[in-house]
């Protein structure tokens, strides 16, 4: 996995390490601390830094995550105090993980005259819709509304349907009650049936989800260029897409839009500029073939609850979730002009890889490694052309005489310039993620199942120009990047090849660890995969996406139904009593 060259950066050992520091507070009263280097450098870019230090910066990021230091300076001390908050975090933040796979399911839909088909789909998808989230995904519960509206001119302008957790009452609901008719001007009364639906219906669960389908704008002219506008200053009854959008927020309902054509464009502008960016579903009708609309709904609307529970799940609060979804408006998808920016020099810093399930188990292993250095040149895309939870994603491409390769180069939000530990840490679990899956290969073509399971790459970059560290990898191209499955155990596309393979790493590694969060892109013979999350035993390993046995047992092993592959590789029966923990 290691393919860099240049000088060893980081291989001093000292077997006689000190019990005091004199750059720090830290005193090392512990044997297992005792290969710890500990240098009199500080963490100067280009300079060694020692692995005291990085251990130093992680127990004090991790202290800093669950918001607990401790008023001792022994480090043995500060570890135990540190792994016991650590314990208390996980604890909450799986009793929410657990909350967030109940569901709020609200259909706002336009029903005027042209909406007929639309209806019928509406109707027609919902059980196809929840035998697939539940085939893979049982422990998800939904609860389904609906909230019809059509205009002001219309005597039954609101329709409203409270939550249920009955797929068919909902059915019936739809088939009797709610008919496409009526409707004046071109614009409709969509703020009236977004604010009923926020303010008039019982948002119960952790996870509330809006789903929007209309073929037409608002009353207005800042929504619309409609010459059939009776209400061209804006709704007659005085709401406004901020007052209204902002309730929703401040419920933390999470807003998608089925779109049907582009008269609802300006519409669409205008809300996010003031909510951010959000999904919007392609539900053009095509013909008069009924049971494509359908399919289309239920890709939509699956889409939109797996996203949900996912964005509940990992971000853990709605300030957060909002925060992501401004942060997306930053983005530009579009590769940029490469020969208008300037070059940047950096270092490509790389870990030796384990190669052993004692290296891969040694805590401590990764802190004492040796890193190479090679020499890079590249140019960096000004704007990300992708965010998630923790990082910016940039198009990135390296400028070497010998090569031209196109990268990715992944940023975290919230780290400072010149800090590398954290990205030290991204390719710790990467490296992990990739020896486990060389061994899965191996087992794996033992038994006639010929495609792989492969992690990138991951480098440490550190760019000299601008004194900042980065991860990078190579950019996949020509592909269509997905996310299989969720660290907080939810399976959004399903592979049997995928859940065996945490099931592999589960077994292989005697219950220390399991590989999860699986993404990336799905090729004729392989899984190419990024950005991994590792549940372990050992809470101060992996991040703060490490969910720990808790983790490994309640949100992973609970969900998993062993197939084919589980089998054939003769993985053990996960226990019966994790299913209904």
Same mark, same amino acid.
């Given at each position: ?356 399930? !004692?290296?891969?188990?040694? @805590?401590? =292993? /990764?802190? +004492? *490694?040796? #890193?190479?250095?090679? %020499?890079?040149?590249?140019? $960096? ?86 004194? !900042?560290?980065?991860?990078? @990898?190579? =950019? /996949?191209? +020509? *592909?269509? #990047?997905?996310?299989? %499955?969720?660290?907080?155990? $939810? ?91």
């Amino acid at each position: 996995m290691a393919s860099c060259f240049g000088k060893p950066w980081l291989i001093k050992k000292n077997k006689k390490t000190e019990n005091n520091c004199s750059t720090s507070s830290c005193h090392v009263k512990d044997s297992r601390f005792s290969s710890i280097t500990i240098h009199n450098s500080g963490s100067i870019p280009g300079s060694p830094i020692s692995n005291k230090k990085l251990l130093e910066e992680r127990l004090r990021r991790y202290e800093d995550e669950v918001g607990q230091t401790s008023s001792t300076s022994i480090l043995i001390d500060r570890v135990t105090y540190l792994r016991k908050n650590r314990e208390n975090n996980v604890s909450k933040t799986i009793i929410n993980i657990e909350n967030s796979k109940n569901v709020d399911l609200c259909f706002v839909l336009d029903c005027t005259s042209s909406m007929d088909g639309h209806i019928k789909a509406a109707k027609g998808h919902i059980l196809k819709v929840a035998n697939y989230v539940n085939s893979y995904n049982s422990n998800i519960k939904f609860w389904i509304g609906f909230c019809g509206y059509r205009d002001h001119c219309d005597s039954d302008r609101l329709q409203i349907f409270d939550f249920t957790d009955s797929l068919e009452k909902f059915k019936i609901y739809i088939t009797t009650k709610v008919t496409a008719i009526g409707g004046g001007d071109e614009p409709e009364d969509v703020l009236g049936g977004l604010n009923a639906a926020i303010t008039r219906m019982t948002w119960s669960n952790a996870t509330r989800v809006l789903i929007h389908i209309g073929d037409a704008p608002p009353h207005g002219r800042r929504f619309n260029n409609a010459v059939d506008d009776r209400y061209p200053n804006g709704d007659p009854k005085g709401l406004t897409a901020e007052s209204v959008l902002k309730k929703m927020q401040s419920k933390n309902i999470l807003y998608h839009f089925g779109k049907i054509n582009d008269t609802t464009n300006c519409m669409l502008k205008v809300f996010r500029e003031i909510i951010g960016e959000f999904p919007v579903f392609d539900l053009k009708t095509t013909g008069n073939n009924p049971e494509i609309l359908v399919n289309k709904f239920c890709k939509a609307t699956c889409t939109a609850i797996f996203s949900s529970v996912t964005l509940t799940t990992t971000l853990r609060n709605s300030k957060s979730i909002y925060s992501l979804q401004r942060k997306k408006l930053q983005i530009n998808p579009h590769e940029p002009n490469w020969t208008t920016l300037p070059k940047k020099t950096g270092e490509l810093l790389c870990y030796v890889p384990p190669k052993t399930l !004692a290296e891969v188990k040694d @805590e401590y =292993y /990764f802190i +004492n *490694s040796s #890193f190479t250095v090679q %020499n890079i040149t590249f140019k $960096l895309a000004p704007q990300p052309f992708s965010v998630g939870a923790e990082r910016y994603a940039y198009f990135a491409f390296e400028t070497n005489i010998i090569r031209s390769n196109k990268l990715v180069i992944k940023k975290y939000h919230d780290v400072k310039i010149g800090t590398i530990e954290r990205y030290l840490e991204s390719v710790e679990i990467s490296s992990v993620a990739y020896f486990l899956s060389t061994e899965f290969n191996k087992a794996a073509k033992q038994v006639g199942v010929n495609k792989k399971v492969t992690f990138i790459d991951v480098k440490v970059l550190y760019d000299k120009t601008d004194n !900042a560290y980065y991860s990078v @990898e190579k =950019y /996949f191209s +020509n *592909s269509v #990047f997905k996310r299989f %499955n969720v660290n907080s155990g $939810l399976i959004t596309e399903f592979h049997s090849i995928l859940e065996a393979f945490a099931h592999f790493t589960y077994q292989y590694t005697e219950g220390y660890l399991v590989v999860y969060d699986l993404q990336g892109v799905d090729l004729h013979n392989e899984f190419l995969l990024t950005d991994p999350a590792i549940h372990c035993v050992d809470l101060l390993r992996f991040g703060i996406t490490n969910l720990g046995k808790s983790g490994i047992q309640r949100c992973i092993l609970a969900n998993h139904k062993c197939n084919d592959i589980c089998k054939k590789l003769k993985l053990k029966k996960v226990k019966s009593e994790w299913k209904i923990l």
